[in-house]
């Protein structure tokens, strides 16, 4: 039984412009146990995917299911078996963090949860602040409480959508340490993120959405193996000459070029040196998730990778 | 706790904690009505020949107050989860529409009782009340504050903005309340304004409320039963589909 499926999932908004298609028959399962980063530009439908599967929207057509049970027909036991760490970070005014936790439990009918959620707030660095009311919480600790609610009932699949966007790096390693725990313990978790050295990190598989479809599905060591192997990375003063910039990925004074081979970074050093320009501080390294993503997102249209 | 139970604990406790501003406050606006009115009218207005204004105007403010409180709880409790995105927290559970609909009608209920206790304790100090019949007292208020709880709950999943919501109090909710006989028997107006009263469920809540304490009322209580118990079950079909459908909460 698959931890998660979505079947030919769709999704039109009625918009003042007329329909507007956030999500075009997207189709692929997650496996239990499995670390599962789903990754996109803002608008490419994630957080749209995640909200039907939470059941917080509703597919214009396909259907969805949680270990079997329809997110719709069978609401009740798909969420009892889902934990979802919103991305809005948002809070009830009228409560402390204990008291918050303890009404999470009770709408899943969990009864006398304190083992739990004490170990929830001490893997989360919560402990001293149980008896703090929301409004007092910085960001970073509202976050690890959205984290701790999603967690009360146990779930076996865990949806974080872009849980460390705006994050420090202490809660940023506090979290991923415990979410791997999590995943060991055999949790699935499903990671929406822009971090992409994080999901490259974590994630054992990786979906790449577009524009509402899936335009990447593979082993995050496949996908790496796919993009060009390589990247020349130098700093220039002055402006590309245009059929090199075309082929370059340029962020101000940095330059980057995909490369497949050493015959491809001399021919490009070389096409450097003919334009009369200055590259300082070469450098060659191994191309990563960053450089998949680009290359996948430039794509007109991309191939759709072993699904 | 089972699910229901710990939403109608957590709704409860919402407006628990900020009593003085829930509970406090509408029963000082209470007395302040029943203060003023009760002395300037008092000599002039005879409505049943056995029953001073004042007495009259007592059981009228306390069920003002059981309704108007009933419908200010589902109704900002919802636009304000909505805005400030926390309602996100029970949309993600299995509770079924039932739940949402027993938890925030019923402590919709506990507010309007528990401020239409107050505001009752409290003149109480000022007048020598009457109960003829306390179980019609009880019913009256337990479905007027059911009602006004599920009216809360309809425009708190209408409702987007602030504003949408105080029209919907300002315009709708406080005109039936105040044109229903809190401050007077309807006998005293016209005839036309009569019949449109008759048409207003909330006239009937209040009489036969009213009935309660003093044994008589405009119309039977028995009618004044079956009018308020049907627009409970037609406010009830409406909002518990509002839920199943999940109307302005889940798209």
């Known amino acids: 039984m698959h931890a998660i499926s979505f079947q030919s999932v769709s999704k039109t908004y009625n918009t003042a412009k007329g329909p507007f298609k956030a999500l075009d028959g997207v189709s692929f399962d997650i496996e239990q146990g499995e670390f599962f980063g789903l990754l996109g530009p803002n608008g490419a439908g994630k957080t749209t995917l995640i909200s039907i599967l939470a059941g917080l929207s509703r597919p214009t057509q396909g259907r969805v299911t949680v270990h079997g049970s329809d997110v719709q027909a069978d609401y009740a036991q798909a969420r009892r078996q889902l934990g979802v760490v919103p991305q809005e970070l948002v809070f009830d005014p009228f409560f402390n963090v204990r008291e918050a936790l303890r009404i999470q439990s009770g709408y899943f009918g969990v009864k006398n949860n304190d083992d739990w959620i004490d170990e929830l707030l001490s893997s989360l660095g919560l402990s001293d602040k149980a008896n703090a009311n929301m409004r007092q919480l910085s960001g970073g600790m509202k976050r690890r409480v959205l984290v701790a609610q999603a967690l009360v009932h146990k779930p076996p699949v865990i949806v974080l959508d872009e849980p460390t966007a705006g994050v420090d790096v202490e809660l940023r390693q506090t979290l991923w340490q415990f979410i791997a725990r999590l995943n060991k313990q055999g949790h699935t978790v499903l990671l929406t993120t822009h971090y992409l050295e994080e999901a490259e990190a974590l994630c054992g598989r990786i979906a790449m959405l577009k524009a509402g479809r899936i335009v990447a599905l593979d082993r995050t060591s496949e996908l790496l193996k796919a993009a060009s192997s390589n990247v020349l990375r130098f700093k220039i003063d002055s402006e590309l000459p245009p059929h090199l910039a075309s082929r370059a990925r340029v962020t101000g004074r940095i330059v980057q070029f995909p490369a497949h081979n050493a015959r491809e970074i001399e021919q490009y050093l070389a096409a450097i040196r003919e334009a009369g320009l200055q590259a300082e501080d070469v450098e060659i390294r191994k191309a990563d998730l960053e450089d998949v993503f680009l290359d996948v997102m430039a794509a007109e249209h991309p191939l759709q990778m072993a699904v | ?251």
């Open chain 2, 1 to 251: 706790m089972t699910g229901w139970q710990t939403l109608f604990y957590k709704e409860v406790l919402r407006f628990w904690k900020v009593s003085f501003q829930t509970v406090a406050a509408p029963v000082l606006t209470a007395v302040l009505y029943l203060m003023i009115f009760g002395h300037v009218l008092e000599d002039h207005v005879k409505i049943y020949d056995t029953v001073s204004y004042t007495a009259f105007l007592v059981p009228g403010l306390v069920m003002m107050s059981v309704l108007q409180n009933a419908f200010a709880n589902s109704s900002s409790s919802l636009i304000q989860s909505k805005i400030m995105g926390s309602l996100v927290f029970v949309l993600l559970t299995p509770l079924s529409h039932w739940s949402w609909f027993v938890a925030y009608v019923g402590s919709s209920v506990a507010r309007g009782l528990a401020v239409g206790g107050g505001v009752f304790i409290v003149t109480a100090l000022f007048t020598h009340p009457s109960f003829v019949a306390p179980l019609w007292i009880l019913v009256f208020a337990v479905l007027g504050a059911a009602i006004l709880g599920t009216l809360g709950l309809i425009a708190g999943l209408w409702a987007e903005k602030f504003d949408q919501m105080a029209a919907f109090q300002n315009f709708i909710i406080m005109p039936m309340t105040f044109l229903s006989g809190v401050f007077y028997s309807i006998k005293s107006l016209p005839p036309f304004w009569q019949g449109v009263s008759h048409l207003n469920p909330f006239f009937y809540m209040i009489d036969g409320f009213r009935y309660g304490f003093f044994g008589v009322s405009d119309v039977s209580p028995w009618l004044s039963l079956a009018v308020v118990g049907t627009a409970l079950l037609v406010v009830s079909a409406i909002g518990s589909h509002l839920l199943r459908i999940g109307y302005n909460i889940r798209n």
